[in-house]
């Protein structure tokens, strides 16, 4: 089992800076990739990027390139999503993930079996 905690969410106007921390816990060893995924209101959750926990692989989604960016500290089994030049359909609800499985797709977060709780994140215009 994994637990997973996000911080980080709130408000800001467009073009502004948000970083997202998500806080992992228990079998971490386990895990292979971590993402990020958001939700808007009556949609399904789609993938905004992800990284592997055993080298260096990220993968950001289109919407999201150049603006946001994934990392972590294995160390601190922690993992960011820093989010630059905010839009307002940035505004969501976005959630942290992790995988146990070696091989995942950032379109598919029935590949992630594990869940934060989520943080809300607004942008204004």
């Known amino acids: 089992q994994v637990h997973l905690m996000e911080s980080g969410g709130g408000s800001v106007q467009a073009g502004g800076s948000l970083r997202l921390s998500c806080a992992a816990s228990?079998?971490?060893?386990?895990?292979?990739?971590m993402a990020w995924f958001r939700q808007y209101p009556g949609k399904e959750r789609e993938g905004v990027a992800l990284?592997?926990?055993?080298?260096?692989?990220?993968l950001h989604a289109d919407s999201v390139k150049d603006r946001f960016t994934i990392s972590q500290d294995n160390a601190k089994k922690s993992l960011y999503l820093e989010m630059n030049s905010l839009k307002p359909e940035d505004t969501a609800i976005y959630y942290c993930?992790?995988?146990?499985?070696?091989?995942?797709?950032?379109?598919?977060?029935?590949?992630?079996?594990?869940w934060g709780q989520g943080t809300r994140v607004t942008i204004s215009s």
């Open positions: 990284a592997s926990t055993r080298n260096a692989y990220t």
């Open positions: 228990g079998a971490t060893s386990r895990i292979y990739y």
């Open positions: 993930a992790a995988s146990f499985s070696p091989s995942v797709r950032l379109s598919e977060s029935s590949y992630f079996q594990y």
